[in-house]
């Protein structure tokens, strides 16, 4: 989370949806300072921030969940920076790569496993983030399909004149841009009890090809239960990790004043 007590505003970085770059941007270009941790959600904010803080201008990022588990999959086939084998980066050690991560990664490796089988192995229930702990809060969304357009729209809505163009991010190795490529027919089905729900809750399409699809009413009402648990687990009994970022990340450099 990144706060500017200059132009007033408040990011709210979710994975996987270009945080660190935007982070590091308005760290440099407009004196955001690192608040909380890099991903902490709204209602976190909400308990400690004052209550000018609690006026500033809201905004966060929304990323195609089809595209973001597509994603990670490349990440964790290439390791990517090393990250899933660095024991620093472990959640226990006070990094941000999970149990779970390290079971994906070494699925994938052990296996040499194709997204399909990855995808068939691992994704069962309705899809759901952070998206859904956060948005609702915020004054202003950026579409990540959009992100260059949609991110100097934010800034300018928060107050600042004339912002700079958001640098282009390193793309993933090794990943294709059709997402067909990935969402063969052999996992449609599952693909659309997966992610149905979400993508109706923020309008975004399935594959074109696909035509009309329709979202099974059990995917919708376990998508439904499922989020209001979450949120409840999320308010008040997730235990939230160290607030201090691990050094050589940005956001770590960040918080220690070594970022520039």
Not at 20 to 27: D, F, G, T, V
Not at 195 to 205: E, R
């Given at each position: 989370m990144i706060i500017s007590h200059k132009y007033k505003?408040?990011?709210?970085?979710?994975?996987?949806?270009?945080?660190?770059?935007?982070?590091?941007?308005?760290?440099?270009?407009?004196?955001?300072?690192?608040?909380?941790?890099?991903?902490?959600?709204?209602?976190?904010?909400?308990?400690?921030?004052?209550?000018?803080?609690?006026?500033?201008?809201?905004?966060?990022?929304?990323?195609?969940?089809?595209?973001?588990?597509?994603?990670?999959?490349?990440?964790?086939?290439?390791?990517?920076?090393?990250?899933?084998?660095?024991?620093?980066?472990?959640?226990?050690?006070?990094?941000?790569?999970?149990?779970?991560?390290?079971?994906?990664?070494?699925?994938?490796?052990?296996?040499?496993?194709?997204?399909q089988e990855y995808f068939l192995n691992f994704f069962?229930?309705?899809?759901?983030?952070?998206?859904?702990?956060?948005?609702?809060?915020?004054?202003?969304?950026?579409?990540?399909?959009?992100?260059?357009?949609?991110?100097?729209?934010?800034?300018?809505?928060?107050?600042?004149?004339?912002?700079?163009?958001?640098?282009?991010?390193?793309?993933?190795?090794?990943?294709?841009?059709?997402?067909?490529?990935?969402?063969?027919?052999?996992?449609?089905?599952?693909?659309?009890?997966?992610?149905?729900?979400?993508?109706?809750?923020?309008?975004?399409?399935?594959?074109?090809?696909?035509?009309?699809?329709?979202?099974?009413?059990?995917?919708?009402?376990?998508?439904?239960?499922?989020?209001?648990?979450?949120?409840?687990?999320?308010?008040?009994?997730?235990?939230?990790?160290?607030?201090?970022?691990?050094k050589g990340t940005i956001y770590g450099d960040m918080?220690?004043?070594?970022?520039?």
């Amino acid at each position: 989370m990144i706060i500017s007590h200059k132009y007033k505003f408040v990011f709210i970085g979710l994975p996987f949806s270009a945080s660190s770059a935007i982070s590091k941007e308005l760290h440099l270009q407009y004196e955001g300072a690192p608040y909380l941790r890099k991903h902490s959600l709204y209602h976190e904010f909400e308990k400690v921030a004052t209550k000018n803080e609690k006026d500033y201008f809201v905004f966060a990022l929304l990323r195609n969940p089809m595209e973001i588990v597509v994603t990670v999959y490349e990440k964790m086939k290439a390791n990517s920076k090393g990250n899933f084998t660095n024991p620093d980066l472990f959640s226990e050690n006070g990094g941000h790569i999970t149990k779970k991560h390290r079971e994906k990664f070494n699925f994938i490796h052990d296996n040499k496993a194709s997204f399909q089988e990855y995808f068939l192995n691992f994704f069962i229930k309705p899809f759901d983030n952070f998206s859904s702990l956060t948005l609702d809060n915020c004054d202003f969304v950026i579409r990540y399909e959009n992100i260059a357009e949609d991110y100097i729209l934010a800034l300018e809505k928060s107050g600042v004149s004339n912002p700079k163009p958001l640098p282009v991010a390193n793309k993933t190795a090794g990943k294709k841009k059709d997402l067909s490529l990935y969402y063969s027919n052999e996992i449609k089905d599952r693909t659309i009890k997966v992610f149905g729900p979400f993508l109706s809750k923020y309008n975004y399409p399935f594959l074109e090809s696909w035509g009309e699809v329709k979202v099974p009413l059990s995917s919708k009402l376990q998508f439904m239960i499922l989020g209001f648990l979450r949120k409840v687990n999320q308010k008040y009994f997730k235990k939230l990790p160290n607030t201090t970022e691990i050094k050589g990340t940005i956001y770590g450099d960040m918080q220690r004043g070594k970022l520039n």
